[in-house]
């Protein structure tokens, strides 16, 4: 099962660049540690003994517990320090202890605080080759990372810290500015509501109509261009007072959609969790039905061999009896036919064990390589889907915005010289802004769905983690089993010699 996180072109590899130096920082000193489980590695690193290891593994099997290095972290064995140095060991990765580290804090002004917050990731510096070099919690959250990649436009380095750590100093870091409370989508910024002119216009307006004399003392006292240069002000600050309108009744609706989304994401999340619910409940259900399989096959092979052993026994001290008394030569023979006897026994019951040993390995690593593919699979397709679906949506977006700033600013030129009856272009204008409005709330879709999609990716991870550490663990009990069973088969058959002198 490889461990290394789905790597492109934005994520620089541990091996590339120079290497990170400094105070706080360690590089990765254990070789083959991505083939380990995380366990092993906080034993060879010295952090915990073998019997907190294994007794962490034990509680891991039981269905609903977490892995086995977060049980070691709940109960107190070791700390986010050692667990994080444990994980960069894993990956091959430099660890970063952000108490010594001396941060860069021009790196947060390339990435969102709500984004390093999202993926518990804190940009601290830049790499000689000039990626930018973020202290990350999760190593192997590849669609974290690749995500950072895009927002920054630099390729990423991941280094390890601990989670409190990296809290800690996201707020303390100043980071890109975030977009105005309340601000739905660029597009509207380009729209300017009517000002404190142009809204005072229409009252001063209707005043003048009330009090406007006859037409025909108009028509004495105001010449007929004014009077028409009246009418189009009074009809432009109509218009721009319906667009206002719109605009409220527009923002209203994206946050009605945002809360409906919020809604249809929980929903989504719900049958997520109960679907991998029966996928676990049916996994440890079938890992419980091999099991005991395996020790009833075991169980039977004993209580056979045991069985043997005794109608053996019997039938060489019955002969032994009756020929004891008349010759030595004949107890001699039945001696050899008895050796000969077991020896056919004790090999045909290795034979058996070794067998079923080698059947048992082939199952869990079988079981162990589907679950590894499928993980791999998911994966790679939802990276694809997510670079899919924000590259569409970025060019779409960009291609609309740009159309609909060139069409404003001919509608309002249109709008200022043109008489009341040509008020179709800016009715044609808010209906390409809703059309506009509709893509982009597809776009923030699919972000969501990427983002539970990674969610997603994490949990599947951590199970096929702890799975893996029971296979194992079962994989040593078993073997354990038959060296306890050839060892009561040695001592029943140094037994029987001597019960023959008797």
């Known amino acids: ?23 706080g920082v360690t590089p990765p000193s254990l070789s083959g540690a991505g083939r380990r489980f995380l366990s092993d590695i906080l034993v060879e690193l010295g952090f915990v003994t073998e019997s907190q290891a294994e007794e962490a593994v034990q509680t891991a099997r039981n269905p609903g517990q977490p892995t086995p290095e977060k049980v070691l972290l709940k109960s107190g064995a070791i ?8 994980l ?9 202890d952000l108490t010594e580290f001396a941060v860069d804090t021009s790196a947060a002004g390339l990435l969102r605080k709500t984004a390093a917050k999202r993926y518990l990731a804190a940009p601290v510096g830049f790499a000689g080759d000039g990626a930018l070099v973020l202290a990350v919690a999760d190593p192997g959250d590849a669609l974290g990372l ?12 991941p280094a390890v810290a601990a989670r409190s750590q990296i809290v800690k100093l996201l707020d303390t870091l100043l980071f890109m500015q975030e977009p105005a409370p309340g601000e739905s989508q660029p597009v509207s910024t380009v729209i300017v509501p009517p000002d404190e002119g142009a809204a005072g216009e229409r009252p001063e307006a209707e005043a003048g109509e009330r009090a406007a004399p006859s037409p025909a003392g108009a028509a004495a006292d105001t ?13 432009l600050a109509r218009l721009r007072e319906e667009l206002a309108l719109a605009l409220l009744a527009r923002d209203k609706a994206v946050i009605e959609a945002a809360a409906h989304g919020e809604h249809a994401e929980s929903a989504a999340e719900r049958e997520r969790e109960e679907a991998l619910a029966a996928l676990r409940g049916e996994h440890e259900r079938l890992l419980a039905a091999h099991e005991h399989a395996a020790e009833e096959a075991l169980r039977a092979e004993r209580s056979s061999a045991q069985q043997a052993l005794a109608a053996l026994r019997a039938n060489h001290d019955e002969a032994l009896a009756a020929l004891s008394a008349t010759h030595e ?3 001699a023979e039945l001696k050899a036919a008895h050796d000969e006897a077991m020896a056919g026994v004790k090999a ?30 998911e994966r790679e397709r939802n990276a694809r889907e997510l670079e899919a679906l924000r590259a569409r949506g970025e060019e779409t977006l960009a291609e609309e915005r740009a159309r609909l700033e060139v069409e404003l600013e001919a509608a309002r030129a249109a709008a200022t010289s043109a008489a009341p009856q040509d008020a179709e272009p800016l009715k044609q204008l808010e209906r390409e802004l809703a059309d506009a409005r509709d893509q982009l709330e597809l776009t923030a879709d699919a972000d969501r769905r990427a983002e539970a999609a990674r969610a997603a990716l994490s949990a599947l991870r951590d199970e096929n983690e702890r799975q893996a550490q029971v296979h194992a663990l079962t994989e040593r009990e078993l073997k354990s089993e038959l060296d306890r ?13 001597q019960t023959s002198h008797k």
């Open 1 to 23: 099962m490889s461990t290394d996180p789905v790597r492109d072109a934005s994520i620089a590899a541990p091996g590339n660049g120079s290497a990170l130096s400094g105070a």
């Open 329 to 331: 030569e004949a107890i």
């Open 223 to 235: 010449p007929p261009s004014s009077e028409r240069d009246h009418a189009d002000q009074r009809e």
């Open 88 to 96: 960069a060991e894993r990956y091959d990765l430099e660890h970063i």
């Open 146 to 157: 690749s995500d950072i990649a895009v927002m920054t436009k630099l390729a990423v380095r």
């Open 485 to 497: 069973l050839r060892a009561e088969l040695g001592q029943a058959r140094a037994g029987l010699p």
């Open 348 to 377: 045909a019951h290795d034979e058996e064990l070794t067998a079923e040993r080698a059947r048992r390995v082939e199952e869990v690593e079988a079981e162990r390589g589907r679950t590894a593919a499928a993980i791999d699979a």
């Open 79 to 86: 700390s986010e320090d050692q667990l994080a140095r444990a």
